[in-house]
């Protein structure tokens, strides 16, 4: 079966892809520049998560749901589902909010950064990694989430992915990646300035970009070098 995966169409729309051809747009959020922090979580072809604004809707393969908000004062600007019944997001004020069983909880202030936390992973239920932009973490064990704590100094983190529970891959615009083992983190190694998206589907392969349009990979040992791909 194909499976399908979403994009975002600025402002408010999704495409969606089924392994063969692109959809047509389909409108997610109302057409209002606040609905800022547009991003996606899908666990398959039959459930993604998105979220902008305040707002969050979900997708069972076929259509969206209206959206409908979950963090009533704040822009949710990170999503990161690992089942149809359990999700995770963080807004720009350092709330974190989870999703059990088809229902939100509320808000919960647990990073007290300038800038919120701006991504976060959930390689299982139990487990959520969440990082800002000034070089701290936050987990979650499934009962609640743990204290800020400092892992680098002003990285610039803008992206997290977790393949496992016990390999994690971080990026940032000051131009280091950061690798965590589940219990602590590697040293910053310089890859590029301005990295701002990283994916690891494997512990033996990242893909990052930065915003020249470049992109670098890892081989579970090292960094390639910056390749332009426009």
Request: net charge positive; aromatic share 10%; glycine share 10%.
């Amino acid at each position: 079966m194909p499976v399908s995966g979403v994009s975002w169409q600025h402002p408010s729309k999704a495409l969606i892809y089924d392994g063969r051809a692109w959809g047509k747009p389909q409108q997610v959020f109302p057409t209002d520049s606040s609905y800022s922090g547009q991003t996606i979580s899908c666990v398959s072809s039959r459930f993604c998560v998105a979220v902008g604004g305040e707002k969050a809707a979900t997708f069972n393969g076929a259509s969206w749901s209206k959206a409908r908000a979950i963090d009533h004062s704040q822009v949710v600007q990170a999503i990161s589902c690992h089942s149809a019944t359990f999700c995770a997001a963080s807004d720009t004020s350092g709330n974190a909010l989870t999703f059990k069983d088809g229902k939100w909880t509320a808000p919960k202030l647990v990073d007290r950064s300038s800038h919120g936390l701006t991504s976060v992973a959930c390689p299982s239920s139990s487990q959520c990694l969440a990082v800002d932009y000034n070089g701290n973490e936050v987990t979650y064990d499934g009962r609640s989430w743990g204290p800020q704590t400092p892992v680098a100094v002003n990285p610039g983190f803008d992206s997290l992915s977790c393949s496992t529970p016990r390999f994690c891959m971080a990026v940032g615009d000051a131009g280091v990646a950061l690798s965590y083992n589940g219990s602590t983190w590697g040293k910053a190694k310089s890859i590029d300035s301005g990295v701002q998206s990283v994916s690891c589907p494997t512990t033996r392969f990242c893909a990052a970009v930065d915003v020249g349009d470049n992109v670098m990979t890892f081989n579970g040992r090292s960094w390639s070098r910056p390749k332009t791909i426009h």
